[in-house]
């Protein structure tokens, strides 16, 4: 019994006690104060603040999460000339009083956090209002994240031989950029150790599934995001092994930039480059899917047997330069080398140091390889799309669709801006629906430009009327034909034949599309010498062939000429590249189509 207790005195608030009765239910908490939801920093800036008030309405549109991140990052505010031009015009004293904001008092912080929650308070909604406010602010987030965020979207493919740890590389790009917190980590490096692999625990932020874990292979395309200050990311990890080829091409065609992963080990490199490596057949695909860039980064090279020497690294760089320029890359326009650890991070994020490699620093300082950049971040900030016109035809080639409350179709815009509300036409089918809703992962959207990864509900559509390889188009709509006179290079042939000829069958894969085809006429064969013969009858490894294939069914595409993006496909049977081509000509439109 404490005897410096005070006199006891019971509850107003109290409810009788009964014996044996049961407990009354408990009173409930009070809603908080808006003003404990907002973070400390948050609630630290002066809402009168000219340079405040500037970031969060004209740079970030209202988003206050991304307003108090950028003022508070120096480095990334100056980047903008908006800022710039208010600090030269600001007073000396404005600037004195900004520098001095952190010391003000913490009482009169407080009380003038009070008042600004009393003007923030409103009447009293009348029933059912509730609903219609919640839209109204869900429809001026999505403006804010689509049109007001000023940051270009690029959509990243790792890929490379197996092993050559493209999962690891991904995994840790989000774990540097804070998307993956060390709890998270921790438990993924326990449930490597448990299977003797303990260099796999980035790999698993990538690979979800059991048989990925268990075989360390990636099967299925790995989806993730990230963000810095000038881009947002969305990373396409894409599966190594030969068997999944098809999952690749499918993550490829969506991709702008290509992350060429190439092991510096001694073996796992001359493993995948040399005939039958999945190397030199994912460089292929990738600018045959229409990559943009591709950046060469060589792996491993904190290995025991590479030590970061420049030698290895040289010899790499060397042996992939002319089979790069076979594909048809220009490489100083659009292919850049860099060496890194992507298990460890070294030029990642952050350059290696020089007293683990003494030749980088030099070697990015001069230019050399094509890079003038020391990290793998920093390098993909500075790449710039060209062709993306928002003001085109829209068309969204259909990844895959699923149904939630109606049909939603996912694929990512080549072309056009596309907004709720409008009417957009799916080929093949020529079917019309409305879009009800639109989003980028979970968030809802007010328009979509081209680039970004979206999600389409359509009004009326049903799981048989949007399947994979369909195009969502607004008018006028792409064609949609099943004969078509191409241009292709023969690659490699199946084990049974060889020569290409009349009749030859494989996988017609472009965009999203798979089909079975048919070569069934060739019009003229051009050999490695330049020479032309017409009226060919076959045609061999390393040729270039004009010629007519016929689709099984009707596929939507369009010239190379008028849409890239629809133009490109490739050929593929009994696991084997055979051919990548363009698409010349269709066949006259008929009548009323």
């Given at each position: 019994?404490?005897?410096?207790?005070?006199?006891?005195?019971?509850?107003?608030?109290?409810?009788?006690?009964?014996?044996?009765?049961?407990?009354?239910?408990?009173?409930?908490?009070p809603?908080?104060?808006?003003?404990?939801?907002?973070?400390?920093?948050?609630?630290?800036?002066?809402?009168?603040?000219?340079?405040?008030?500037?970031?969060?309405?004209?740079?970030?549109?209202?988003?206050?999460?991304?307003?108090?991140?950028?003022?508070?990052?120096?480095?990334?505010?100056?980047k903008?000339?908006?800022?710039?031009?208010?600090?030269?015009?600001?007073?000396?004293?404005?600037?004195?009083?900004?520098?001095?904001?952190?010391?003000?008092?913490?009482?009169?912080?407080?009380?003038?956090?009070?008042?600004?929650?009393?003007?923030?308070?409103i009447?009293?909604?009348?029933?059912?209002?509730?609903?219609?406010?919640?839209?109204?602010?869900?429809?001026?987030?999505?403006?804010?994240?689509?049109e007001?965020?000023?940051?270009?979207?690029?959509?990243?493919?790792?890929?490379?031989?197996?092993?050559?740890?493209?999962?690891?590389?991904?995994?840790?790009?989000?774990?540097?950029?804070?998307?993956?917190?060390?709890?998270?980590?921790?438990?993924?490096?326990?449930?490597?150790?448990?299977?003797?692999?303990?260099?796999?625990f980035?790999?698993?932020?990538?690979d979800?599934?059991?048989?990925?874990?268990?075989?360390?292979?990636?099967?299925?395309?790995?989806?993730?995001?990230?963000?810095?200050?000038?881009h947002?990311?969305?990373?396409?990890?894409?599966?190594?092994?030969?068997?999944?080829?098809?999952?690749?091409?499918?993550?490829?065609?969506?991709?702008?930039?290509?992350?060429?992963?190439?092991?510096?080990?001694?073996?796992?490199?001359?493993?995948?480059?040399?005939?039958?490596?999945?190397?030199?057949?994912?460089?292929?695909?990738?600018?045959?899917?229409g990559?943009?860039?591709?950046?060469?980064?060589?792996?491993k090279?904190?290995?025991?047997?590479?030590?970061?020497?420049?030698?290895?690294?040289?010899?790499?760089?060397?042996?992939?330069?002319?089979?790069?320029?076979?594909?048809?890359?220009?490489?100083?326009?659009?292919?850049k080398?860099?060496?890194?650890?992507?298990?460890?991070?070294?030029?990642?994020?952050?350059?290696v140091?020089?007293?683990?490699?003494?030749?980088?620093?030099?070697?990015?300082?001069?230019?050399?390889?094509?890079?003038?950049?020391?990290?793998?971040?920093?390098?993909?900030?500075?790449?710039?799309?060209?062709?993306?016109?928002?003001?085109?035809?829209?068309?969204?080639?259909?990844?895959?669709?699923?149904?939630?409350?109606?049909?939603?179709?996912?694929?990512?815009?080549?072309?056009?801006?596309?907004?709720?509300?409008?009417?957009?036409?799916?080929?093949?089918?020529?079917?019309?629906?409305?879009?009800?809703?639109?989003?980028?992962?979970?968030?809802?959207?007010?328009?979509?430009?081209p680039?970004?990864?979206?999600?389409?509900?359509?009004?009326?559509?049903?799981?048989?009327?949007?399947?994979?390889?369909?195009?969502?188009?607004?008018?006028?709509?792409?064609?949609?034909?099943?004969?078509?006179?191409?241009?292709?290079?023969?690659?490699?042939?199946?084990?049974?034949?060889?020569?290409?000829?009349?009749?030859?069958?494989?996988?017609?894969?472009?965009?999203?599309?798979?089909?079975?085809?048919?070569?069934?006429?060739?019009?003229?064969?051009?050999?490695r010498?330049?020479?032309?013969?017409?009226?060919?009858?076959?045609?061999?490894?390393?040729?270039?062939?004009?010629?007519?294939?016929?689709?099984?069914?009707?596929?939507?595409?369009?010239?190379?000429?008028?849409?890239?993006?629809l133009?490109?496909?490739?050929?593929?049977?009994?696991?084997?590249?055979?051919?990548?081509?363009?698409?010349?000509?269709?066949?006259?439109?008929?009548?009323?189509?």
């Open positions: 019994m404490n005897v410096n207790a005070g006199e006891w005195k019971p509850s107003a608030a109290a409810s009788e006690w009964t014996p044996g009765g049961a407990a009354p239910a408990p009173t409930p908490a809603t908080p104060a808006p003003a404990r939801a907002q973070s400390s920093a948050a609630s630290d800036i002066d809402e009168s603040d000219p340079l405040w008030q500037l970031v969060l309405t004209k740079i970030c549109n209202g988003d206050r999460d991304r307003a108090t991140k950028l003022i508070n990052n120096p480095d990334a505010l100056m903008y000339p908006e800022v710039e031009e208010l600090i030269a015009s600001m007073p000396s004293a404005a600037m004195e009083e900004e520098e001095d904001w952190e010391k003000a008092d913490a009482d009169s912080a407080d009380a003038a956090l009070a008042g600004k929650v009393e003007d923030m308070k009447d009293q909604p009348a029933s059912g209002s509730g609903a219609s406010l919640t839209k109204k602010q869900s429809s001026a987030m999505a403006v804010d994240v689509v007001g965020d000023p940051r270009e979207h690029l959509n990243l493919v790792f890929i490379g031989h197996v092993d050559a740890g493209k999962s690891t590389l991904s995994g840790n790009i989000l774990y540097l950029t804070d998307n993956v917190d060390k709890r998270t980590i921790e438990k993924y490096e326990a449930e490597a150790k448990e299977r003797n692999r303990e260099s796999w980035l790999a698993f932020i990538m979800t599934n059991e048989e990925e874990r268990a075989k360390g292979k990636t099967v299925e395309v790995g989806r993730a995001r990230f963000e810095t200050d000038l947002r990311y969305s990373i396409l990890d894409a599966p190594g092994h030969k068997n999944y080829v098809p999952n690749m091409i499918m993550g490829a065609s969506q991709a702008d930039v290509g992350v060429l992963v190439i092991s510096a080990r001694k073996g796992e490199f001359e493993s995948g480059f040399d005939k039958g490596g999945q190397t030199r057949e994912h460089a292929l695909l990738a600018k045959t899917l990559v943009s860039f591709l950046v060469v980064v060589i792996n090279m904190d290995e025991p047997t590479v030590k970061w020497s420049k030698v290895r690294y040289d010899e790499c760089v060397s042996k992939l330069r002319p089979f790069l320029k076979g594909c048809g890359f220009k490489i100083k326009k659009e292919v080398f860099m060496p890194i650890s992507g298990l460890v991070g070294h030029n990642v994020k952050d350059e140091d020089p007293k683990v490699c003494d030749w980088w620093s030099k070697s990015w300082k001069a230019g050399e390889n094509n890079t003038d950049k020391p990290t793998l971040m920093s390098l993909l900030d500075t790449l710039q799309m060209k062709g993306r016109d928002p003001n085109a035809p829209v068309r969204i080639p259909v990844l895959d669709r699923y149904t939630d409350r109606g049909t939603i179709a996912m694929g990512k815009i080549e072309s056009g801006t596309i907004r709720p509300g409008m009417k957009v036409t799916v080929m093949p089918t020529r079917q019309v629906y409305k879009v009800d809703a639109l989003w980028s992962e979970e968030t809802p959207l007010a328009s979509a430009r680039g970004e990864n979206i999600l389409v509900k359509l009004n009326g559509a049903g799981m048989e009327d949007v399947q994979k390889g369909f195009v969502i188009c607004s008018n006028p709509p792409c064609r949609s034909v099943d004969k078509l006179i191409c241009q292709i290079m023969v690659m490699d042939l199946p084990d049974q034949a060889k020569v290409l000829t009349a009749g030859f069958q494989a996988v017609f894969h472009a965009h999203c599309a798979e089909e079975e085809a048919t070569v069934t006429n060739i019009f003229e064969t051009t050999n010498k330049g020479q032309v013969l017409k009226g060919a009858r076959f045609a061999n490894v390393g040729m270039t062939v004009i010629c007519m294939i016929e689709l099984a069914r009707t596929v939507p595409c369009e010239t190379y000429e008028d849409y890239p993006f133009g490109r496909f490739t050929l593929r049977t009994e696991g084997k590249t055979c051919a990548i081509g363009v698409i010349k000509k269709l066949p006259p439109k008929k009548a009323g189509k």
